[in-house]
């Protein structure tokens, strides 16, 4: 595969490329092995340290906060797509008193940061960390998700609600059954995306002392004695990206097999950068 | 009420450093951003490679995870920072350049086939295509996206109040403590800051959508 971005390197480019790609390897291997003799000197791979990965209390604490995670995000979601469609549904509303306050408060959820709306839960009314949690999450991601929804059914040809309208179905008839089923659909890649985000803000959970994984880390470490500190949090932080690098993967996959059903449809235009040519 | 007024200086101080937390992660990540972006189109396998995984693995790290390990591992193993907000600007420009590189991507992605083609053609090697014919109609186009990353940025700087850094969230946390009885008032303060940053920003960006969006 050629990209449009260089013509096809011929022997003398070919050669510069893979010596810069070698050098490039030389100077990142460098660095790594830089990094992990400094952790070898702090005495890092000693097998001791590692050597609490084969007790069980390990793991069932590091499943206790993945699943602390898991559990948060999973019910956060859950609660937030539907209130994100009402909201949706009221910011679209043709009547005034109910579409302009909604979209001043969409506006204020979307200006602030998550962990200031769980802080701020969880002092204010004085919950438990998880309701704290959940309910900063929902804030958040309901204005996001009202809004990636709201984008979906703009981006529909008008001729769908109109024709809506014609056949006699009712404003919001016409929403429901004809316009966002499609704005859902096309939009399910944003939507899978943003619940990457909301699982990536689970992890705020830590500043308002909630039992996530990191703060499972933060207890081991405390417990069995900071030189567990790395090993733990360097397993801890493989899983969190792991989790997350799954999730992305399944909203890579969802979007290419919609892009192959709309494929039939318009055909886009051929562009810089992914346009390649299969030799 | 009063308590806003009566720590407006430690809300102020708060507020600039916020400011000032975003904006110097802010250039930090647009200019590594973009060069991650341009190794990712490059001839260069190993840097198109590099590229990829950095964004990859970065864009699904969760920002508490990095600055977790820079406030409290890292020191641990030696590391120390004389200021947190070193730490908190190198946690923060590394996460965002990683968006930042993607939205660029998605801009060079989108500029026509004959402009890198007419470039070419007239005998343009690969950095003058990108970066005299390509890059400068990729970024018009991602305006919009670029702002709203840097929003994001605002909001993720929060975090680094978590982490010893006294900005926004930080003097939030600390005031919250100091005024038990109007714990309310005092993060409806820190939220009118913040929304004072990220409000405007919103409104440059749909202003500049709608002028792209025209245009074409």
């Known amino acids: 595969m050629t990209s449009v971005l260089y013509d096809v390197p011929g022997p003398k480019a070919r050669r510069i490329s893979l010596i810069g790609s070698i050098v490039g390897v030389i100077v990142i291997g460098g660095l790594l092995a830089l990094a992990i003799?400094?952790?070898?000197?702090?005495?890092?791979?000693?097998?001791?340290?590692?050597?609490?990965?084969?007790?069980?209390?390990?793991?069932?604490?590091?499943?206790?906060?993945?699943?602390a995670t898991l559990?948060?995000?999973?019910?956060?979601?859950?609660?937030?797509?539907?209130?994100?469609?009402?909201?949706c549904l009221m910011r679209i509303s043709d009547i005034a008193w109910i579409r302009v306050p909604t979209r001043i408060v969409l506006e204020f959820l979307r200006g602030m940061p998550v962990?200031?709306?769980?802080?701020?839960?969880?002092?204010?009314?004085?919950?438990?960390?998880?309701?704290?949690?959940?309910?900063?999450?929902?804030?958040?991601?309901?204005?996001?998700?009202?809004?990636?929804?709201?984008?979906?059914?703009?981006?529909?040809?008008?001729?769908?609600?109109?024709?809506?309208?014609?056949i006699g179905l009712t404003s919001f008839q016409s929403r429901l059954s004809v316009e966002l089923p499609q704005a859902i659909r096309r939009m399910l890649p944003s939507l899978v995306a943003q619940l990457v985000v909301l699982l990536k803000d689970t992890s705020l959970g830590y500043i308002v002392a909630y039992g996530e994984l990191l703060r499972a880390v933060q207890v081991m470490a405390d417990f069995?004695?900071?030189?567990?500190?790395?090993?733990?949090?360097?397993?801890?932080?493989?899983?969190?990206?792991?989790?997350?690098?799954?999730?992305?993967?399944?909203?890579?996959?969802?979007?290419?097999?919609?892009?192959k059903k709309a494929a039939g449809g318009v055909a886009k235009a051929p562009t810089a950068g992914v346009s390649t040519v299969v030799k | 009420m009063d308590v806003i007024i009566e720590s407006l200086p430690q809300y102020w101080d708060g507020f600039l450093r916020t400011l000032f937390l975003a904006v110097v992660s802010g250039i930090i990540a647009l200019v590594v951003g973009t060069l991650l972006a341009a190794a990712r189109v490059s001839p260069v396998a190993a840097l198109r490679g590099f590229s990829m995984a950095y964004v990859e693995v970065v864009r699904n790290t969760p920002l508490t995870i990095a600055f977790f390990f820079a406030a409290v591992v890292l020191p641990r193993l030696g590391v120390t920072f004389q200021q947190f907000e070193v730490a908190a600007i190198i946690a923060l420009s590394a996460y965002t350049a990683a968006f930042i590189a993607e939205a660029v991507r998605s801009g060079v992605n989108s500029v026509p086939l004959g402009q890198a083609e007419a470039a070419r053609s007239i005998g343009m090697t690969f950095g003058q295509v990108l970066s005299l014919i390509i890059l400068p109609q990729a970024l018009r186009t991602v305006v919009p996206p670029l702002i709203n990353i840097l929003i994001a940025l605002v909001?993720?700087?929060?975090?680094?109040?978590?982490?010893?850094?006294l900005e926004l969230f930080g003097y939030g946390k600390q005031l919250a403590n100091d005024h038990g009885d109007a714990v309310m008032w005092v993060l409806v303060g820190v939220a009118f800051f913040y929304l004072l940053i990220t409000v405007p920003l919103g409104y440059v960006a749909h202003q500049v959508e709608r002028k792209v969006a025209i245009a074409r």
């Open chain 1, 37 to 67: 003799v400094t952790l070898a000197q702090q005495g890092i791979f000693q097998a001791q340290r590692w050597a609490i990965f084969g007790q069980a209390d390990v793991w069932s604490l590091l499943f206790n906060g993945m699943s």
């Open chain 1, 71 to 87: 559990s948060a995000a999973a019910i956060a979601a859950v609660i937030a797509f539907p209130l994100g469609l009402l909201v």
């Open chain 1, 115 to 166: 962990v200031l709306m769980m802080l701020f839960v969880l002092l204010v009314f004085a919950t438990s960390s998880f309701v704290a949690v959940v309910a900063g999450l929902v804030l958040y991601n309901s204005a996001i998700f009202a809004e990636i929804i709201r984008a979906g059914i703009q981006s529909l040809p008008k001729g769908q609600r109109e024709a809506g309208l014609a």
């Open chain 1, 224 to 259: 069995l004695g900071p030189q567990f500190l790395f090993p733990v949090f360097f397993v801890a932080a493989a899983i969190y990206i792991a989790i997350n690098l799954a999730v992305s993967r399944l909203a890579i996959w969802i979007e290419r097999r919609g892009s």
């Open chain 2, 155 to 165: 909001k993720n700087s929060s975090v680094a109040g978590a982490f010893f850094v």
